[in-house]
């Protein structure tokens, strides 16, 4: 159980606890679960209700209950970029669903993760990576964690695509499911908004390396609008591309940014490209982001 304590400031002085909580980003649906609960909400070590006020230098504890749906445990090893009581950040290899499926039991992040935790926490990710592009996902590791974080993650990912792209720019084209797929998506009117901006590092003889932003966070957003411009992702077949250089969707989220949940410190979490992504990327070798890696 996660127990955060707070030292109250002048400024909170004279107010509700419940007030002060709200204001840190506990919802009422968790407030009503800690004031349910037996001693998760203390005052200088008592036992307080919601609505008792506060006084500067008080010390306030909240333990968080917890609940949520656990995967099973299964022993499968993980690259844990970063961890504390609240988050932990991994490096998802491609080929690893974040979440069991019908088709994945067992063999998922959430199983990994709880292996690694070996707890009775509940498995949370911040936001959801494709089973089979690489990079960093961002857990919570509580319910108050996951709801302070949810779209507020800045991510930087990085693609091959297809072609040449001479200069950045911005895709604004409405996505929705395919007719009669589960899986694919497309470009078509009546879909739901999407915006992709991306930048050019380096534009080869058939191929061109790009970072990319996205403002709004839709299925295979990116594989999608790419495409739709006439540019796949390298290896990404399911939209038009070819397996040659990569057997894989040529995506990887390396950068992160966000404030930390529980202290408010400003975030920056990054990780390296893996091999297939570098292999693929070999036209752009002279790039500096992978350069620098070289080093």
Do not use: W
Request: charged share 25%; glycine share 6%.
């Amino acid at each position: 159980m996660r127990e955060i304590e707070f030292e109250i400031a002048p400024k909170d002085a004279g107010r509700q606890i419940k007030h002060f909580l709200y204001d840190f980003g506990v919802s009422s649906a968790l407030l009503i679960k800690l004031k349910n609960t037996p001693g998760a909400i203390t005052l200088e070590n008592v036992p307080a209700r919601a609505i008792d006020l506060l006084k500067a230098g008080d010390r306030l504890k909240i333990s968080l209950p917890e609940t949520g749906a656990k995967a099973a445990p299964a022993d499968i090893s993980l690259d844990i970029l970063y961890e504390d009581e609240d988050i932990a950040a991994v490096n998802k290899p491609p080929g690893m669903p974040v979440h069991e499926s019908r088709n994945h039991r067992g063999d998922a992040l959430s199983n990994a993760f709880a292996f690694h935790t070996k707890s009775n926490a509940a498995f949370r990710a911040v936001y959801r990576l494709d089973k089979n592009t690489s990079g960093i996902v961002l857990l919570a590791k509580h319910a108050l964690a996951a709801a302070k974080l949810a779209g507020r993650v800045k991510k930087d990912y990085y693609a091959i695509a297809a072609g040449k792209i001479t200069a950045g720019g911005e895709i604004c084209l409405p996505i929705k499911r395919e007719a009669q797929s589960i899986i694919k998506r497309c470009v078509a009117p009546g879909g739901e908004s999407a915006v992709t901006k991306y930048e050019v590092i380096s534009c080869g003889d058939t191929s061109t390396f790009l970072k990319i932003n996205l403002e709004t966070g839709r299925t295979h957003q990116i594989r999608v609008h790419f495409s739709a411009i006439g540019h796949p992702l390298l290896g990404d077949d399911l939209y038009g591309a070819s397996l040659q250089k990569i057997k894989r969707q040529a995506l990887h989220c390396k950068d992160i940014y966000f404030n930390h949940p529980v202290t408010g410190q400003n975030m920056h979490i990054s990780c390296p490209f893996p091999a297939d992504f570098r292999a693929a990327a070999a036209e752009h070798a002279d790039a500096s982001i992978l350069s620098a890696e070289k080093d």
